[in-house]
């Protein structure tokens, strides 16, 4: 059975856990994990994620505050060229000593001011366990969460992108001014039948 802090995205909280008041400062580098976003948009399996914030002990648990860093890659929905932008997105979630004692105490009341800010925690999908012992928190789940949440569904590599031309695929960025000339088909019968009696009146 694997043990939690044997995974390269658990943190040791064991110095602040069960300690309401401590704080544990964080800023490292993990490995992106696999299923955030596919070929489109998306963080690569492996690449580099840097995690800077903190976990703040409370009485229930560890509060965890930050942001992560990613290189994201997409393919610009209007242009289809390849975006490696550097991203960052805040995160706030929760991990709970005991998510059992925790229902407990909001059934029967007790630990008002704290099951405040469990419950609400509970309500949002940004909660977490901690290793059996409350000794770990893994990231992994958190860090796949918050990076495919916050992925644009449709990436641009600029907002006034101008796209491809609808004819023949040429990237209206690096030629503005490019256009066919198409003739309207709904007219293409009268152009037809203008020709023909233009052909007879000559003929005469």
């Known amino acids: 059975?694997?043990?939690?802090?044997?995974?390269?995205?658990?943190?040791?909280?064991?110095?602040?856990?069960?300690?309401?008041?401590?704080?544990?400062?964080?800023?490292?580098?993990?490995?992106?994990?696999a299923g955030i976003g596919d070929s489109v948009v998306g963080v690569r399996e492996g690449a580099d994620i840097r995690v800077v914030g903190s976990f703040d002990s409370i009485v229930d648990g560890l509060v965890f505050t930050g942001r992560f860093e990613a290189p994201v890659t997409a393919e610009c929905t209007r242009c289809l060229k390849p975006i490696d932008p550097d991203w960052t997105v805040p995160v706030t979630a929760f991990f709970p000593y005991d998510s059992g004692a925790c229902r407990d105490d909001?059934?029967?009341?007790?630990?008002?001011?704290?099951?405040?800010?469990?419950?609400?925690?509970?309500?949002?999908?940004?909660?977490?366990?901690?290793?059996?012992?409350g000794a770990f928190a893994d990231m992994e789940s958190l860090l796949r969460d918050t990076l495919v949440e916050a992925l644009p569904l449709q990436?641009?590599?600029?907002?006034?992108?101008?796209?491809?031309?609808?004819?023949?695929?040429?990237?209206?960025?690096?030629?503005?001014?490019?256009?066919?000339?198409?003739?309207?088909?709904?007219?293409?019968?009268l152009e037809q039948l203008k020709a023909q009696l233009e052909a007879e009146q000559t003929g005469r």
């Open 1 to 33: 059975m694997p043990r939690p802090e044997d995974s390269v995205w658990a943190v040791s909280v064991a110095q602040v856990a069960s300690r309401p008041g401590q704080s544990k400062p964080i800023d490292t580098v993990f490995p992106a994990p």
């Open 106 to 133: 909001r059934r029967t009341g007790h630990g008002k001011d704290d099951v405040e800010i469990v419950a609400g925690e509970d309500e949002s999908e940004d909660v977490y366990p901690l290793s059996p012992d």
């Open 155 to 189: 990436p641009l590599c600029r907002e006034d992108c101008l796209g491809l031309c609808p004819q023949c695929g040429a990237d209206l960025n690096e030629d503005p001014d490019h256009h066919h000339d198409v003739t309207d088909i709904r007219f293409a019968a």
